[in-house]
Nanobody, 122 residues
Framework: QVQLVESGGGLVQAGGSLRLSCVASGSIARINYAGWYRQAPGKQPELVATITISSTTIYADSVKGRFTISRDNAKNTVYLQMNSLEPEDTAVYYC????????????????WGQGTQVTVSS
């Protein structure tokens, strides 16, 4: 089994910064790819950023130039550095990871964290 635990959310003023962390634990051989999603009240979930095993990244247009996704393979951790935060960034942020298990012949599996609240005040 694999667990993803997010941290780093909180309340920040517009223009401020936060760094989210997503730590994966369990029977992990490697994280194939990972990403951050968010869901604001009354809105559909949306992709914020993804990162592949080779660290290729993709960003939503709304966060390009402000957010940076990165990974530390040795720590099985994915980060989301969020700068120049705007009230529109207020949402619950979820970490996703596609994980290769150490269990022989186990399939690569998708996992989700429990979410962390980010609130940006104007």
């Amino acid at each position: 089994q694999v667990q993803l635990v997010e941290s780093g959310g909180g309340l920040v003023q517009a223009g401020g910064s936060l760094r989210l962390s997503c730590v994966a634990s369990g029977s992990i051989a490697r994280i194939n790819y990972a990403g951050w999603y968010r869901q604001a009240p009354g809105k559909q979930p949306e992709l914020v950023a993804t990162i592949t095993i080779s660290s290729t990244t993709i960003y939503a247009d709304s966060v390009k130039g402000r957010f940076t996704i990165s990974r530390d393979n040795a720590k099985n951790t994915v980060y989301l550095q969020m700068n120049s935060l705007e009230p529109e960034d207020t949402a619950v942020y979820y970490c996703h990871a596609n994980v290769r298990s150490t269990v022989v012949r186990a399939r690569d599996t998708d996992y989700w964290g429990q979410g962390t609240q980010v609130t940006v005040s104007s």
